[in-house]
């Protein structure tokens, strides 16, 4: 009888082939066309694909904006995984969703090939969605377990991995807006280096009940996580910190049917 038990440290097969097949769609539409949005909407929807055919039912996974309660339009957005049990203010023929606030869990901004300049644009788009979501009484508090979170979600670097951690450590300013950069594939030179094919940049807060403090002057560690298949550490930390979100937020119904009536006035006579 066929068995399957993934063990922690080694490569998940299952996560792999997945990577491999948003690796592919990229490539086709590299291939394919230099039309910058022919390839990034390639890119975009395998990666969506994945998310609706693993998450769980409570969570659901489109391209789009969201509304604040105010009526202001966030930037577009190329995934966000939303609380399932919201409606959708509206959705386009291909599939694009303008959601609540209150809605979003997490919000995924995609590169083909990252660069240092990508980084430091992203965390600058990432700052002024913070600033939006803020408008949520909720969300006030950008690394608060019922925020929206944000990732930076690369399929493959055209720098070596020394020069998109400076640019992303430089940068980054966790306590405004925290946001994670993973990795598909690494260089294959940096690949080697690392033992793992991609992996995860990310600044750990400083742990104040041992006063162990980082190297950065707001005390967080700057660090890179290797991985053997990032799609995986990925799905996990997403649906695991998804319910640690949803739970902090512990909406009800009520409290949902409630945010309905905020953010539209529905046209009766």
């Known amino acids: 009888m066929k068995t399957y038990k993934h063990y922690h440290g080694t490569p998940n097969q299952i996560m792999a082939q997945e990577e491999v097949s948003i690796l592919l769609c990229v490539e086709r539409a590299l291939a394919s066309s230099s039309n910058s949005q022919t390839i990034g909407r390639n890119g975009e929807l395998p990666f969506i694909s994945f998310l609706q055919r693993y998450l769980p039912n409570t969570l659901r996974a489109a391209s789009g904006h969201f509304i604040t309660p105010n009526g202001d339009i966030s930037p577009q957005l190329d995934a966000i995984v939303f609380d399932a049990r919201y409606p959708l203010l509206s959705e386009n023929t ?31 788009n990432s700052k002024k969605i913070t600033t939006l979501t803020q408008q949520v009484k909720e969300f006030e508090t950008p690394d608060g377990w019922g925020s929206p979170r944000q990732t930076l979600l690369a399929y493959r670097t055209e720098q070596k991995l020394e020069t998109l951690e400076a640019a992303f450590f430089g940068a980054s300013s966790p306590e405004i807006s925290p946001m994670d950069s993973i990795v598909l594939r690494c260089l294959p030179n940096d690949a080697a280096i690392i033992g793992g094919v991609g992996g995860t940049l990310h600044l750990e807060p400083p742990f104040p009940e041992e006063n162990a403090r980082g190297p950065r002057p707001d005390g967080y560690f700057p660090m890179f996580i290797p991985s053997h298949t990032p799609l995986s550490d990925l799905y996990y930390s997403l649906v695991q910190n998804a319910y640690y979100t949803l739970g902090e937020r512990d909406y009800s119904f009520n409290d949902i049917g409630a945010h309905f009536n905020d953010y539209m006035s529905w046209a009766t006579a």
């Open 94 to 124: 291909d599939g694009s969703a303008l959601l609540m606030l209150n809605s979003v869990v997490h919000i995924y901004e995609l590169k083909t090939n990252l660069t240092a300049r990508d980084i430091r644009k992203s965390i600058e």
